[in-house]
């Protein structure tokens, strides 16, 4: 069994952003990496109309991978939002599934 903790004691961590770092334990090497993240403080526009999609659905996504989902139908896109509840258990309200489809099936006309 793999356990990542076991690195907590060595003194392994970079010592400036730049600098990457190695560490080999029980046969295991783990490497640093560096990631950019999307903006958090990217919002959908729209303003009212925006807040359900804006209050739900950024918690897992960013709102450029949504933007460039293929044009999908409002029937596609409730299947979607569905699967988001039920499957990934994405903690969406059912009340707010309407406007997040309208919001999300608005996008498709418009491409």
Same mark, same amino acid.
């Given at each position: 069994?793999? $356990?990542?903790?076991?690195? $907590?004691?060595?003194? @392994?961590?970079? *010592?400036? @952003? @730049?600098?990457?770092?190695?560490?080999?334990?029980?046969?295991?090497?783990? /490497?640093?990496?560096?990631? =950019?993240?999307?903006?958090?403080?990217?919002?959908?526009?729209?303003?009212?109309?925006?807040?359900? %999609?804006?209050?739900?659905?950024?918690?897992? /996504?960013?709102?450029? #991978?949504?933007?460039?989902?293929? =044009?999908?139908?409002?029937? $596609?896109?409730?299947?979607?939002? %569905? =699967? #988001?509840? *039920?499957?990934?258990?994405?903690?969406?309200?059912? $009340?707010?599934?309407?406007? %997040?489809?309208?919001?999300? @099936?608005?996008?498709?006309?418009?491409?």
């Amino acid at each position: 069994m793999l $356990a990542l903790g076991f690195v $907590a004691g060595l003194n @392994a961590g970079p *010592t400036s @952003a @730049a600098e990457k770092s190695t560490v080999t334990e029980g046969g295991v090497t783990l /490497h640093s990496v560096s990631t =950019k993240f999307p903006d958090p403080g990217r919002l959908f526009p729209g303003g009212s109309s925006a807040d359900a %999609i804006n209050n739900n659905c950024l918690a897992c /996504h960013s709102i450029g #991978m949504v933007l460039t989902q293929p =044009k999908m139908s409002r029937a $596609a896109w409730q299947a979607e939002v %569905i =699967k #988001m509840r *039920t499957t990934y258990k994405a903690p969406v309200a059912e $009340a707010d599934v309407p406007a %997040i489809v309208d919001y999300l @099936a608005n996008l498709s006309v418009g491409k």
